[in-house]
């Protein structure tokens, strides 16, 4: 938006160069959505707090703990964080790229099922939200519109090309295997995130870690000087991301302002859904799924701690972990909430790291 004015009003001054470099309006987008969210953030808490009496409904199933600790602590926060998003997104992006807002389609609609799962818990009073067949039903189909609309503003020679780490040329893959491989992704990943979200403060910073990694990713991608040095594929208009990232960023620093231990509000399922369905989105669009894998990893651990638990019973009975997701079984095992979450926090930042060398390691 900002753009379009300053283009329309200010064509001949330095204002408007200064504000072209997409360098400029991430820090600027940072700061809009940060500021939003403090801003919004204890009038917004105060109201879920009125209309949702008894909170965010607890797993009986989970750590006993949790139902001191926790309960009465007001859900949705995650509307909150897109609100945030999206406006500065809005305000700091160039609304002519139309995978600016194929992204923004993807983690709103994401979020929308999400606010639906969050809503069906808070009016019944318990944990269990719309069904998972209905739910993964919804994915499926946000996933492949997704899918779609960010094939069809691809060039012929990005479509069906995925970057492998440590391999300078891309793998290309045709037909519906590359269909169902970035199913895979966006749900997988939602769903991932949505696992890690059991904490406070547990799933935020890696959200922030893995989308500034990502949006690094969109802005060498996306700049043909850096994308023919380091090998990675060019992909017209994909740099115009890094500003959704920042916003991200800056909305899920805001958002940790009031999601530390202990929290006064939980993302739920609009939050975690929708932010993961974000970040997937990015990597298929800059074409580098598998380092998500890697720059995500801690997203992986989690959903493959449940998996494994869940495949071991059916098949011996018998459990792997003393309860999952991953970071359960360390409360379980005597580890405060605090040390959990930091450590986790760490783990994720590695990941990063490691992802991102790929880059160069080719």
Avoid at 99 to 126: E, R
Avoid at 140 to 167: D, M, Q, R, V
Avoid at 325 to 334: D, N, V
Avoid at 345 to 362: D, E, P
Wanted: hydrophobic share 50%; aromatic share 12%; proline share 3%.
């Amino acid at each position: 938006m900002i753009l379009y004015f300053l283009n329309t009003f200010f064509s001949d001054t330095s204002v408007n160069n200064i504000f072209s470099y997409i360098t400029v309006r991430v820090f600027c987008a940072v700061l809009t959505s940060l500021i939003i969210c403090l801003i919004l953030g204890p009038k917004f808490i105060n109201f879920m707090s009125e209309n949702q009496r008894k909170g965010q409904p607890i797993r009986l199933d989970g750590p006993q703990s949790h139902l001191l600790t926790k309960k009465g602590t007001p859900t949705m926060g995650g509307i909150l964080i897109l609100l945030s998003l999206v406006i500065s997104s809005l305000i700091w992006s160039d609304l002519g790229n139309n995978f600016v807002w194929i992204t923004l389609y993807t983690a709103l609609s994401f979020g929308i099922l999400g606010f639906a799962d969050d809503m069906k818990k808070i009016l019944n009073s318990s944990s269990d939200g719309i069904s998972w067949k209905l739910k993964i039903f919804f994915q499926i189909s946000i996933s492949l519109s997704s899918i779609f609309l960010i094939l069809n503003n691809f060039s012929e020679i990005n479509n069906f090309s995925i970057a492998i780490p440590f391999i300078k040329d891309p793998l290309l893959v045709y037909g519906w295997f590359f269909i169902i491989f970035s199913l895979c992704v966006l749900v997988g990943t939602s769903n991932a995130v949505n696992l890690t979200d059991g904490l406070d403060g547990l799933a935020i910073v890696p959200i922030m870690i893995a989308s500034s990694s990502m949006g690094l990713i969109a802005y060498l991608a996306g700049n043909y000087i850096f994308s023919d040095y380091l090998f990675i594929q060019f992909i017209p208009g994909v740099a115009e991301l890094t500003i959704i990232c920042a916003a991200l960023f800056g909305s899920g620093l805001g958002f940790l302002w009031f999601n530390t231990p202990p929290a006064m509000i939980f993302m739920g399922d609009t939050g975690s859904l929708s932010l993961g369905g974000l970040i997937a989105s990015i990597a298929i669009s800059v074409r580098h799924e598998i380092v998500l894998f890697i720059i995500g990893g801690l997203f992986v651990l989690e959903a493959g701690s449940v998996i494994i638990q869940v495949s071991s019973y059916k098949v011996t009975g018998k459990r792997v972990f003393l309860m999952a997701p991953l970071h359960h079984h360390y409360e379980q095992k005597g580890w405060s909430e605090s040390t959990i979450v930091v450590r986790f926090w760490i783990i994720s930042l590695i990941f990063s790291i490691i992802g991102l060398a790929t880059l160069k390691l080719r």
